[in-house]
């Protein structure tokens, strides 16, 4: 059974900086990415950033480019989301999961989703 742990969460004003981390663990039956989505209260999941596993290969949404990078270190398993810049916007429950094919923009082609770790941004 595969595990997604997010950390990194936490409150900080508008301008400020946070690192969220993912520890996948357990089998899956394939990789293609790993991937960040936010969810803000009353709104829809969104896609925030993903990575492919093995190209290295990113993509971002059009709210946080320039803003946010994400990364991955394959040995460990980990993939991380630095956020710069924050803004009030950014609010949201951040979720990493796997993504099991392409397209690795799409919601649907995502698997094993993590419990989430809180982004607040104040003003």
């Known amino acids: 059974q595969v595990q997604m742990v997010e950390s990194g969460g936490g409150v900080v004003q508008a301008g400020d900086s946070l690192r969220l981390s993912c520890a996948a663990s357990?089998?899956?039956?394939?990789?293609?990415?790993m991937g960040w989505f936010r969810q803000a209260p009353g709104k829809e999941r969104e896609f925030v950033a993903t990575?492919?596993?093995?190209?290295?290969?990113?993509y971002y949404g059009d709210s946080v480019k320039g803003r946010f990078t994400v990364s991955r270190d394959t040995a460990k398993n980990m993939v991380y989301l630095q956020m710069n810049s924050l803004q009030p916007e950014d609010t949201a429950v951040y979720y990493c999961?796997?993504?099991?094919?392409?397209?690795?923009?799409?919601?649907?082609?995502?698997?094993?989703w993590g419990q989430g770790t809180q982004v607040t941004v104040s003003s």
């Open positions: 999961a796997v993504g099991v094919r392409p397209p690795p923009t799409a919601r649907g082609t995502y698997a094993h």
């Open positions: 357990g089998r899956t039956l394939r990789t293609y990415a």
């Open positions: 990575i492919t596993w093995t190209g290295n290969n990113t």
